[in-house]
């Protein structure tokens, strides 16, 4: 994977008097099914999160409250994204190494899997990701 297989994708947007309401669903806004779905809150100020690949698992990132940067890198290239409305989102593929910092005070993330937790999924290690990739 390169990281010009992560993309933002822009979800539906209800506007309303009342409040804005926006929606994802599997297959029909991003290329998965979801299987989990887990959020990062109450981040201290400079903590980074993240900091590893998936050997199977594809993501999609949304800045549910807040703002982040989302640091992505194939070991070729890095780019920064940085996520800071709730109506779209980052669809990180797997085999792509990426961090999370600069959440901004009461900032909410959530991450949209297409797996179960597995530790056997990560790849922490850089060398161990530079391998991965090679196959
Ligand atoms: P981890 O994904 O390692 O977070 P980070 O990459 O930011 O360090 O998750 C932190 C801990 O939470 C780890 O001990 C495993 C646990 N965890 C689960 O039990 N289930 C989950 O779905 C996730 C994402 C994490």
Redesign the pocket.
Known sequence: MSIEDAHIIDLPKIHDVRGNLSFVESGGHIPFDIK?S?W?YDVPGGQV????AFKRQNEFIIALSGSFDVVITDGDNERTIQLNRSYYGLYVPKGIWRRMENFSTNSLAI?LADTL?S?ED?IRDWDTFLKHKEG
Request: hydrophobic share 10%.
């Open positions: 989990r887990y990062i999160r993240g900091g590893h991450c937790y530790p990560y």
